[in-house]
């Protein structure tokens, strides 16, 4: 019987999902590194103004989707090989999925409730 959760980004999209997340994260990276290289934010309304424009919500919720979809395929793989007795691979993976969405939600909480 397959683990619930197992089905999804399995095989090739698994390893798509790794990839072009993590190109996206040092992408993104590397766009806040030049961002305040170039225009150095100095206090926390010059942060919060930053941080309320629409194109940076987009991507940082682009960002955190990334991450936590890599970190699901990576976690999940490594409970699907280390965690042997099933009922054990099922509580973790459960146990996962449930932190991961609880991140999301709190994500998508947080930029929702940032002012323009």
Known sequence: MKLPGTRFFTGLAAWWVQRL???YM???LIF???TF???PVHDYAQ???WVGRPSIKVALATLFAALLSHMWV???DVLLDYAK???LQRLLLVTVGCGLMAIAIAVVWILVSIPR
Do not use: K, M
Request: net charge negative; glycine share 4%.
């Open 26 to 28: 040092l992408a993104f």
């Open 21 to 23: 997340s993590a190109v």
């Open 74 to 76: 990576g976690l999940r």
């Open 32 to 34: 806040l590194l030049a």
């Open 47 to 49: 942060w919060h103004e």
């Open 85 to 87: 007795p099933q009922a």
């Open 37 to 39: 290289a170039l225009d």
